[in-house]
């Protein structure tokens, strides 16, 4: 009897450090290790109108254009004029029906449009970041600019991916829409830019050893 009250509690013990283990790497206080995308895995572009491609046909939207550099499925799950807090309801539906093995996460534009404030972004999108990890799906993190002063960008993206140790391209994005050439109106990228964006997220992927 004394024997099996041993074995009980050693169980208990490594449950709880696993359930602790868990916790650190949802929130960040431990690296992931990235796992390196299969041939046949997918990835689910999660957005507004930056990933749904507003401003291109839909075969030259970012995720599309991506699809093809990369060589892997690149399911496209952006709305226009989604605002954080419902893209944050619709992405467990979106996380449970594609299974995805990594998240390209470029939200918060129509927030820092309207005036919704920084912080409601930011929380908004640590929660879809833990919504992921909580199903062992890897995040990558796109900054976005504000709207009104493109070469100006909101500090917590950058702060976000240093808490959760993400992939994180905090550039592109603003670079692009600086660009009138890569503009298909005053805040949508054309073809070019979102060709420019996907690049970018390709080359992030191979550094990051994913690819």
Avoid: W
């Amino acid at each position: 009897m004394e024997n099996i009250g041993k074995v009980k509690t050693i169980g208990f013990c490594i449950t709880d450090n696993q359930i602790e283990e868990n916790r650190k790497m949802e929130t960040g206080e431990i690296r992931r290790k990235l796992t390196p995308l299969a041939q046949d895995t997918v990835i689910l572009a999660f957005g507004d109108s930056l990933t749904y491609g507003t401003g291109a046909t839909a075969e030259n939207s970012y995720p599309a254009q991506l699809e093809r550099i990369i060589r892997r499925r690149v399911v496209n799950a952006g709305i226009p004029g989604e605002d954080t807090e419902n893209g944050l309801a619709r992405l467990p539906k979106m996380l449970d029906g594609h299974h995805p093995s990594l998240v390209i996460l470029c939200h918060g534009a129509n927030d820092l449009k309207q005036g919704l404030g920084d912080l409601q972004a930011s929380e908004n999108i640590r929660e879809m970041i833990r919504i992921a990890r909580r199903r062992n799906v890897d995040v990558l993190l796109l900054g976005i600019p504000y709207p009104t002063v493109f070469s100006a960008k909101p500090h917590f993206y950058a702060k976000i991916a240093d808490e959760f140790s993400l992939l994180f391209e905090g550039n592109v994005v603003a670079n692009v829409l600086i660009d009138p050439s890569l503009k298909s109106d005053s805040i949508h990228p054309n073809a070019r830019g979102y060709r420019l964006i996907a690049e970018a997220i390709a080359e992030l992927l191979f550094k990051g050893g994913l690819l």
